[in-house]
């Protein structure tokens, strides 16, 4: 220690764990109770990937409470694309299973988040064999993203064009 000291520097000693490091106070808040981006997968492999400033579990209600007016031919104001397609498709919405993808609040972040998953959704579409449950057209808010998807679709219709 004294050869440390004639260079500068003090020692000291502590403990590596404190009082407060080994408990944690807070009651851990479960996931369905959290907001943020999700996913929805049907029973047949298809996704829908969405956000809610909502918790997880009231969004995924208001799924379910979509499909029911679907089957019973309730008129409502409402829109959901995985309850329409378990309805068209005659899926029982049972087998529908939700999983988080982020958690966030809501705000621009939110809407990045939801894009980004999104876009990972599409291309993994691609390359499996499902399909996108959501309107693409209306989740991509930024411009650049939008730009490289039609760029990337003009260029393919002028690739097969010179085929």
């Known amino acids: 220690m004294r050869e440390l000291r004639k260079l500068g520097y003090w020692t000291a000693f502590y403990p590596v764990t404190q009082v407060s490091n080994l408990s944690n106070l807070k009651d851990p808040i479960p996931r369905m109770k959290k907001s943020g981006v999700y996913k929805i997968q049907c029973s ?78 599409v291309q993994g579409s691609s390359h499996s064999n499902y399909n996108i449950l959501n309107d693409v057209d209306s989740v991509f808010v930024s411009h650049f993203i939008r730009f490289m998807l039609d760029y990337s679709t003009s260029i393919q219709s002028v690739t097969r064009s010179n085929l």
């Open 44 to 121: 047949c492999g298809d996704r829908y990937v969405g956000q809610s400033g909502r918790t997880f579990a009231k969004r995924f209600r208001e799924h379910e409470l979509i499909f029911d007016k679907l089957m019973k031919s309730i008129p409502t104001d409402s829109t959901s694309a995985v309850a329409r397609h378990c309805y068209d498709e005659g899926h029982p919405f049972d087998h529908v299973k939700l999983s988080e993808l982020h958690q966030c609040t809501s705000g621009r972040k939110l809407n990045r988040l939801e894009e980004y998953y999104t876009l990972l959704a």
